[in-house]
């Protein structure tokens, strides 16, 4: 029977590099370049909650780390490592490896290594924390709070078929085998924006990555900027799996909520004068990224989507809150 110390010397203790002392002290140690601020984040992911029960492992390794670096990305931060917590019912060795195959899959990819963390048996159920750690130089990190009136509105990729995948994976919507095929990548293997957010650094003013909705995300932005919004509905960039949809496949509602509300799409928000226009189109095609331009900062308070016939959408749907009854 394999002990804790067993698995995590298999699973979790690939060496790091120099000026990183990782796992096997009581913490672990790195350095940061010297007038940098270290930038850091904590995601709690929970069995039944944020994951199915029979997701691929690898998948999931790859999601529990891409929802921490995300967070990086939002502020411009680049990554330097990573602490792993892990709470598993029981030891199941094949799991574990595939987990730790995706989680250092990505890690390595962005140069996040692995430096600590904590294993332990759970009574139920399988609950995993990240945490991330990154730097970036103290007066260009991306904050929620700089929009800036008649800034522009932009996202990052497209949005709508990680919601899509989700609601047919837990039978809420009906479940077509194609649509599933060409949606599930955007919910199982999210991609961090990271060098998107390097690069926003010098050009845009706020940022945020939509975890939770576009609406809700975009809110936050607004709320701690202390402006308004208002968003075409036709410039909203969806996923070409659910835009090539033959009408009535799926309801003109569902598809709505998903790009507006849809949670789990890990893709920037963010703000920017007009005259950083040319300058972000650059940045999207150099990284191979669409970037769309959405809508605009406003004073007045509010977030107002608009029709194609410049007519308010009314009742929108909003995003994904825990607590909400
Ligand atoms: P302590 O009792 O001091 O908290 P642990 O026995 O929990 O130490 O962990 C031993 C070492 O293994 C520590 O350096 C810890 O960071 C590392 N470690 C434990 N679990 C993980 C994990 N899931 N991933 C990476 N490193 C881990
Ligand atoms: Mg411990």
């Not at 960039?237 to 709505?256: D, K, R, T, Y």
Request: hydrophobic share 45%; aromatic share 6%.
């Amino acid at each position: 029977m394999a002990t804790e110390f067993d698995l995590i010397k298999r699973f979790f203790s690939r060496p790091v590099s120099a000026g990183l002392l990782g796992g096997g002290d009581d913490c672990a140690l790195f350095g940061v370049t010297p007038g940098l601020q270290v930038a850091t984040s904590t995601d709690l992911l929970l069995e039944g909650r944020h994951f199915f029960s029979d997701v691929d492992p690898r998948s999931l390794g790859h999601k529990a780390l891409a929802v921490n670096l995300s967070d990086l990305a939002a502020m411009g931060a680049r990554p330097l490592g990573c602490l792993l917590g892990l709470g598993l019912p029981a030891i199941d060795e094949a799991w574990i490896e595939q987990f730790a195959e995706g989680f250092y899959a990505l890690a390595d990819q962005h140069g996040c290594a692995l430096i600590g963390g904590d294993t332990t048996r759970s009574l139920q159920g399988i609950t995993l924390s990240v945490t991330v750690f990154g730097e970036v130089e103290p007066n260009l990190a991306l904050r929620r709070n700089a929009a800036q009136v008649d800034d522009d509105i932009w996202v990052s990729g497209v949005f709508g078929a990680a919601d899509i995948a989700c609601r047919m994976l837990a039978g809420e919507i009906p479940l077509d085998a194609a649509l599933l095929q060409a949606t599930r990548s955007a919910l199982e293997w999210p991609a961090p924006r990271i060098d998107l957010g390097q690069q926003l650094r010098a050009h845009a003013h706020a940022a945020i990555d939509v975890s939770d909705g576009l609406l809700q995300d975009l809110g936050h932005i607004l709320a701690a900027s202390g402006v308004g919004a208002e968003l075409q509905e036709q410039l909203l960039p969806m996923h070409p799996a659910l835009s090539g949809l033959p009408q009535h496949a799926l309801p003109p509602e569902v598809l709505q909520r998903a790009v507006l509300a849809g949670g789990d799409v890990y893709e920037l928000c963010f703000t920017a004068a007009p005259a950083q226009r040319a300058a972000l189109e650059k940045i999207g095609s150099a990284l191979g990224l669409t970037l769309s331009r959405i809508g605009s900062v406003r004073a007045e308070p509010g977030l107002f989507v608009y029709d194609e016939a410049r007519n308010i959408i009314p009742d929108l749907p909003r995003g994904f809150d825990h607590f909400r009854p």
